[in-house]
């Protein structure tokens, strides 16, 4: 069974660029999560969506930040305009249906943003 | 909102234990979990807790004490490889996870 897949792993970026950040759920996964780390910080929670469905984005930015899930496919992680206080690690989780699972995390994807 | 608290730094010798106290205050609440990430890697799952009590598992035990919004890690046995930070994150009603700043841990010789 294959994890939790993302894609880059490394992205660079340079101020005002768009970065598009992948994740493949683990099969069999509906849920979808997407947290952000910042350097020496814990995970921060930013968007939870289910196929074609965002659940709960308390956690996304206002401005600049997008998130989808379709039908087919991976969800994506999109952020405009990018500004050096976006360059993080962006970790992507999936979970099955029911709530009482564990949250599985892929191996992230760290953006530098110059 | 919600507010998970955790010691920034433990150290401990190798064999020895060590315990991560973790303290919360939630609007909602379903489950609290223990995670450990080597740096630069992802989060792995160690533990759940949703009812209060001990859960046992290997070298690592979890407790929770829902009334008093508490949580313990307890490691045994530490070994070098163990030396990571470790994340306590409680879920809420959506399923979604907070977590706190994370325990870093280090086994010294």
């Known amino acids: 069974n294959a994890g939790v897949m993302q894609n880059p792993r490394h992205l660079v970026r340079r101020r005002g660029q768009e970065a598009r950040l992948r994740c493949s759920p683990m099969k069999g996964h509906s849920h979808v999560y997407w947290y952000r780390q910042l350097p020496e910080e814990g995970l921060k929670f930013m968007v939870y969506?289910?196929?074609?469905?965002?659940?709960?984005e308390s956690g996304m930015p206002k401005e600049r930040f997008s998130a989808e899930f379709p039908k087919e496919g991976p969800s994506i992680l999109r952020i405009q305009q990018v500004v050096r206080g976006d360059s993080a690690a962006y970790f992507c989780?999936?979970?099955?249906?029911?709530?009482?699972?564990?949250?599985?995390f892929g191996p992230g994807t760290r953006l530098t943003v110059t | 909102g919600q507010n998970i608290d955790q010691p920034t730094e433990m150290t401990a010798t190798e064999g020895a234990i060590v315990q991560i106290n973790c303290t919360y205050q939630t609007s909602g609440f379903n489950g609290l979990f223990w995670y450990q990430q080597h740096a630069g890697e992802a989060p792995t799952f160690l533990s759940y807790n949703v009812l209060d009590g001990l859960e046992e598992k290997g070298r690592f035990s979890s407790f929770l004490s829902r009334s008093k919004g508490y949580s313990y890690l307890l490691l045994k046995e530490l070994q070098m490889k163990d030396s990571a930070s470790y994340l306590c994150a409680v879920k809420d009603s959506w399923g979604k996870l907070q977590f706190g700043a994370g325990t870093q841990v280090v086994v010294t010789p």
């Open positions: 969506l289910q196929k074609e469905n965002i659940i709960d």
């Open positions: 989780a999936s979970s099955p249906p029911r709530q009482t699972y564990e949250q599985y």
